[in-house]
């Protein structure tokens, strides 16, 4: 299974940017998707955008246009790149890997904090 270490959140204001980066362990990254989730406070864990093992890309509704997700196989590592952001992207993020997009697996990491202001 693959481990995910998450950083690069932050504090930032509305319409500002942020780029979190996912260290996945594993000796067979490419074989799998990966995904970013995010949890708010008082709410669920929602799923945020996710890349595909063919490089195929999917996002929620709320961040298209807004989030781009890249990954870098040499460095087994996954981005999201969050541009304009708004008060209610504020939450706690989080990745993990999957043998398919949808298809997530049972680890998580600590998760890194975006708090976008007003």
């Known amino acids: 299974q693959v481990q995910p270490v998450e950083s690069g959140g932050g504090l930032v204001q509305a319409g500002g940017s942020l780029r979190l980066s996912c260290a996945a362990s594993g000796r067979s990254f490419s074989n799998y998707a990966m995904g970013w989730f995010r949890q708010a406070p008082g709410k669920e864990r929602e799923f945020v955008a996710a890349i595909s093992r063919s490089g195929g890309t999917y996002y929620t509704d709320s961040v298209k246009g807004r989030f781009t997700i890249s990954r870098d196989y040499a460095k087994n590592t996954v981005y999201l790149q969050m541009n304009s952001l708004k008060p209610e992207d504020t939450a706690v993020y989080y990745c993990?890997?999957?043998?398919?997009?949808?298809?997530?697996?049972?680890?998580w990491g600590q998760g890194t904090q975006v708090t976008v202001s007003s």
């Open positions: 993990n890997a999957g043998s398919r997009v949808g298809v997530w697996g049972d680890y």
